[in-house]
């Protein structure tokens, strides 16, 4: 692994200098190891000749300029699948519930993924929800079983449309 060096510490954000051939990517895993644990960190920015800017995930009491990190190649992963279902993890997807550590997911991804698409085709539509507001039920209609989201300023009426 390649290893950088802490140039600054800013509460959670620490500038980190590689060398300019070996910087890491952005949304990349580091780790720093301090004292008796190792603190993680997510690489948010690339300052330029080498150097990044990070997020650290863990407080970062014990880390110090001129500390090692190292590039882990690869973004913070954190499990996935059914097993992760009435479970609770930190940032890192460590359980940080009572239950059995040896049932942790084998499955892991990772927390920058884009999302899954939402897509809800037309023909599975469901049936319209009228209002009896004919300008409603016109421009904007209510879906059964949908959201939506009303806005507008104080006093124009959006208690009266919910009620």
């Not at 051939?21 to 997510?42: C, G, S």
């Not at 698409?117 to 300008?135: A, D, N």
């Not at 039920?137 to 009266?160: C, N, Q």
Request: proline share 5%; charged share 25%.
């Amino acid at each position: 692994m390649k290893t950088g060096k802490v140039v600054a510490i800013r509460g959670v954000v620490v500038d980190i200098e590689f060398s300019e051939k070996n910087t890491p990517e952005i949304y990349e895993a580091l780790i720093a190891p301090v004292e008796n644990k190792e603190i993680v960190l997510e690489v948010q920015a690339i300052i330029g000749e080498g150097r990044v800017r990070a997020v650290a995930m863990d407080a970062t009491y014990g880390l110090k300029r001129g500390a090692d990190v190292q590039r882990t190649g690869a973004p913070i992963n954190v499990p996935i699948g059914n097993e992760t279902l009435g479970r609770m993890f930190n940032v890192l997807g460590q359980a940080i519930d009572e239950k059995r550590r040896s049932s942790m997911p084998k499955e892991r991804d990772s927390i920058q993924k884009k999302a899954p698409l939402f897509c809800r085709p037309i023909c599975k539509m469901k049936k319209i929800f009228e209002t009896g507001i004919k300008v409603i039920d016109l421009l904007t209609p209510f879906i059964k079983g949908g959201k939506i989201a009303i806005y507008g300023g104080a006093g124009v009426g959006k208690t009266v449309i919910i009620q």
